[in-house]
């Protein structure tokens, strides 16, 4: 969005061709209907502010949501904004890298830096990093991502429960024997070890 135009005036009068710059009437004249402008101008922009998605509060945020046929449903205006701002990502997606981690940023509130993004024929995995979320919050947002992508992809979002440092970690002494409920590998009963992950 450019930003508002603060000198409707003097740009009015500068566009005068040479002969009319010096007519005092004519340039009395013209800045009566200039300053009429630049009223309007002051007046239509906060408006046009209000109305964005970033600054749009109540009934305006209701109006965007019947724009793309996304109701509230009992959201507060945060939780709301946040949700047109993922509808809009995924409206304008083309189904690129790029595209489907700005909803991924979006969705999961997490830098996509955070992710590891592979992409093979036809399917794309994305698996966290330095995150780990449960199936509760990888699973609708791996519904709003499936529909970010082209026809006929497949899109997994990986739920690894642990961070990368600690996913594998079955000691941390090669010579000390632990039996840990958060580290390493499960064993038969799941007393010990921690969880592999989901893919949704």
Same mark, same amino acid.
């Given at each position: 969005?450019?930003?508002?135009?603060?000198?409707?005036?003097?740009?009015?009068?500068?566009?005068?061709?040479?002969?009319?710059?010096?007519?005092?009437?004519?340039?009395?004249?013209?800045?009566?209907?200039?300053?009429?402008?630049?009223?309007?101008?002051?007046?239509?922009?906060?408006?046009?502010?209000? =109305?964005?998605?970033?600054?749009?509060?109540?009934? =305006?945020?209701?109006?965007?949501?019947?724009?793309?046929?996304?109701?509230?449903?009992? =959201?507060?205006?945060?939780?709301? =904004?946040? $949700?047109?701002?993922?509808?809009?990502?995924?409206?304008?997606?083309?189904?690129?890298?790029?595209?489907?981690?700005?909803?991924?940023?979006?969705?999961?509130?997490?830098?996509? *830096?955070?992710?590891?993004?592979?992409?093979? $024929?036809?399917?794309?995995?994305?698996?966290?990093?330095?995150?780990?979320?449960?199936?509760?919050?990888?699973?609708?947002?791996?519904?709003?991502?499936?529909?970010?992508?082209?026809?006929?992809?497949?899109?997994?979002?990986? $739920?690894?429960?642990?961070?990368?440092?600690?996913?594998?970690?079955?000691?941390?002494?090669? *010579?000390?024997?632990?039996?840990?409920?958060?580290?390493?590998?499960?064993?038969?009963?799941?007393?010990?070890?921690?969880?592999?992950?989901?893919?949704?």
């Amino acid at each position: 969005m450019s930003d508002a135009h603060l000198t409707v005036v003097d740009d009015g009068i500068d566009r005068l061709i040479e002969q009319f710059k010096g007519s005092v009437n004519l340039v009395a004249l013209l800045t009566s209907y200039l300053n009429q402008c630049q009223a309007l101008e002051d007046a239509a922009w906060p408006l046009l502010g209000e =109305r964005s998605l970033d600054n749009a509060t109540g009934d =305006r945020l209701d109006g965007i949501g019947e724009l793309i046929n996304l109701p509230r449903g009992g =959201r507060d205006d945060t939780a709301y =904004r946040l $949700a047109l701002q993922v509808e809009f990502a995924i409206i304008r997606s083309n189904g690129t890298e790029a595209a489907i981690m700005e909803i991924v940023d979006l969705v999961m509130q997490a830098p996509s *830096t955070d992710y590891e993004f592979t992409e093979y $024929a036809k399917t794309v995995v994305i698996r966290p990093i330095n995150d780990d979320f449960s199936g509760f919050t990888a699973n609708p947002a791996a519904a709003r991502l499936r529909r970010a992508v082209s026809a006929g992809t497949k899109i997994f979002l990986v $739920a690894a429960l642990r961070l990368d440092s600690i996913l594998f970690t079955l000691s941390s002494s090669a *010579t000390v024997l632990q039996t840990s409920s958060s580290l390493g590998l499960a064993n038969d009963s799941q007393t010990t070890g921690g969880n592999m992950a989901w893919a949704y």
